[in-house]
């Protein structure tokens, strides 16, 4: 894949050819028309097809060689991009897992206190249940001692008549029954407390149990989460690299372009010299003929004036291919090339977009098509500046757009053969890339044709 180099001062062959046409010209002027027998000027030098040949396969190796970094580079950039989603994962996962730790503790807590008071109730039973016994032998003693108790001979002697007698042994029946039921109603407290003491402790174990498995989950997700910031460090490490591996044999492939437009400005320069010369005898036979040595002749026309620039397709993607490695500021570029970043209060703004030259996405189509038509600086409202047609048909030149039911976040222009130029995101830059489809939208835009 070739890569369009940056256009750099001193490399722009066709305005270096027509400042020596125009020469040639003055030259035509001079000599042509005068017949006066001058010598033409010496030959340019003229690079053999061997020289062209081996300069332009030295830069198609090294074109060769950037786009399969750049595909390197983009596939590694995915990959970061996938740790990135990775470690944000682990983050909430650890902020789960430290909500769950939390709540554990508060629940075993919780039924800590409750097997507390349950086994406090438990025992404040058992010593109500101690002191009621307690009562019930010193009722018994007593009454066996004062002769009242119940079928007792005493109890009935001492009454003053038989119904007193019954009623006195009614009574006694009563106060012995009534002290053996509240005996029966607090062995029976005694028992419901005991179990709760026992559901409550049982409580406070699984507690316990699920406190430990919530801890041990914390540890899990913060040992995650470390893994997953160490591979996304090694990654962009890795990144690091070959960026740099590519810059290098960019700056390798611009000064390979730069030989071949040097050659070819020799040949070029070369066969300007000889259809000169040609013209130069033309016209000298035509006056011979003649037999006239006044002026007369007309050198021949120029070349004919260029297409407006920025109109056609090519000229669009040169255009965007130019500011490769120019970096990204979100609300940077306008028709006439890059600008400062604004702030936007997030992302761009940790990045330093604003202090910043260069484009995003939008800004970038901005300039790219500033021959063709004004764009807005909105991705969403350049989806709906052109034709839209389906994915299935677009072609070198149309713009790529992502988005979803939120609206469009992201376009691109499409270079053809699954390749598109971007400027992608903060802390990145100008870069061909291959399309990636996920989040696309279903339609590309159309601005040319």
């Known amino acids: 894949m070739a890569v369009v180099p940056e256009r750099r001062k001193g490399w722009c062959v066709p305005g270096g050819r027509r400042g020596l046409t125009v020469s040639t010209l003055v030259l035509v002027i001079l000599f042509g028309a005068g017949g006066t027998g ?8 003229n690079p053999s097809d061997s020289d062209l040949n081996n300069s332009k396969a030295q830069a198609n190796a090294k074109a060769g060689e950037v786009g399969k970094l750049t595909n390197q580079l983009a596939q590694a950039e995915q990959r970061l991009s996938q740790l990135q989603d990775d470690v944000e994962l682990k983050q909430e996962e650890a902020n789960k897992a430290l909500v769950d730790l939390q709540s554990a503790q508060d629940a075993a807590t919780q039924a800590e206190n409750d097997a507390k008071a349950a086994r406090t109730e438990a025992d404040a039973a058992a010593g109500a249940i101690e002191k009621a016994r307690a009562d019930l032998r010193t009722f018994a003693a007593a009454s066996f001692q004062q002769g009242s108790t119940v079928g007792s001979l005493s109890a009935y002697l001492s009454a003053d008549s038989p119904k007193d007698m019954l009623a006195r042994a009614q009574l006694l029946d009563a106060v012995g029954g009534d002290r053996l039921n509240a005996l029966d109603r607090l062995q029976q407290a005694q028992t419901e407390k005991s179990n709760k003491d026992s559901a409550a402790r049982k409580a406070a174990e699984i507690a316990q149990q699920k406190q430990d498995a919530a801890r041990q989950a914390k540890d899990g997700a913060d040992a995650a989460q470390t893994a997953a910031v160490r ?17 290098d044999v960019e700056q390798q492939l611009y000064a390979a372009q730069s030989k071949v437009n040097g050659l070819q400005g020799q040949r070029q320069r070369y066969q300007d010299w000889l259809a000169q010369k040609q013209r130069e005898d033309d016209e000298r036979a035509r006056q011979a003929a003649l037999g006239s040595s006044g002026g007369g002749g007309r050198p021949a026309a120029g070349p004919a004036p260029s297409a407006p620039a920025g109109r056609g397709i090519e000229a669009v993607i040169a255009r965007a291919l130019s500011k490769l490695g120019m970096p990204y500021a979100w609300g940077g570029g306008n028709a006439s090339g890059p600008t400062r970043g604004i702030r936007d209060g997030g992302v761009a703004d940790r990045y330093g977009d604003y202090n910043k030259i260069g ?46 039911s939120g609206g469009i976040h992201h376009v691109a222009l499409y270079l053809g053969g699954g390749q598109m130029v971007e400027a992608p995101q903060s802390g990145l830059r100008v870069r061909i890339a291959p399309v990636r489809y996920g989040g696309i939208m279903p339609y590309a835009t159309r601005l040319i044709g």
């Open 359 to 404: 484009f995003d996405c939008s800004g970038l189509m901005i300039y790219a098509f500033a021959g063709v038509r004004g764009l807005p600086h909105y991705s969403g409202y350049q989806y709906t500046a052109g034709r839209r047609v389906p994915l299935s048909q677009m072609r070198r030149g149309d713009m790529l757009f992502w988005g979803g």
């Open 38 to 45: 001058l010598a033409a000027p010496p030959p340019p030098p």
């Open 231 to 247: 591979a996304q460090d090694n990654q962009a490490s890795q990144n690091t690299v070959l960026q740099k591996n590519k810059s």
